[in-house]
């Protein structure tokens, strides 16, 4: 059975920083995609960065570039998203999900499974 598990979120101040983890079973991580997607408070969810199942070929969101980084550690089997210069528009439920047509990412694309969320809040 897939599973994803989100951890790392919390309270940050606007230009902190935190890294949200995403640990993942059930399935080959070779195969599948992991895209990082985030909902705010009557907001559509959308989507902030992907990384393909090689972990080659990652994909950012053009609000978020040059301030996220999508990463992983195979051997634990885990997706990182290092948030950097943290903006209150950041604040918002984070999700990770997981896409068995792993050759590739999408941003916002259609993915299999969801982990719970993890909120982050950044507010002075």
């Known amino acids: 059975q897939q599973q994803l598990v989100e951890s790392g979120g919390g309270l940050a101040q606007p230009g902190g920083s935190l890294r949200l983890s995403c640990v993942t079973s059930g399935f080959t991580m070779d195969y599948y995609a992991i895209g990082w997607f985030r909902q705010a408070p009557g907001k559509e969810r959308e989507g902030v960065s992907c990384i393909s199942g090689s972990g080659e070929i990652t994909h950012y969101a053009d609000s978020v570039k040059g301030r996220l980084t999508i990463s992983r550690d195979k051997a634990k089997r885990t997706v990182f998203l290092e948030m950097n210069d943290l903006k209150p528009e950041d604040t918002a439920v984070y999700y990770c999900?997981?896409?068995?047509?792993?050759?590739?990412?999408?941003?916002?694309?259609?993915?299999?499974?969801w982990g719970q969320g993890t909120q982050v809040t950044v507010s002075s």
């Open positions: 999900a997981a896409d068995p047509k792993g050759y590739d990412c999408y941003v916002g694309g259609i993915y299999d499974y």
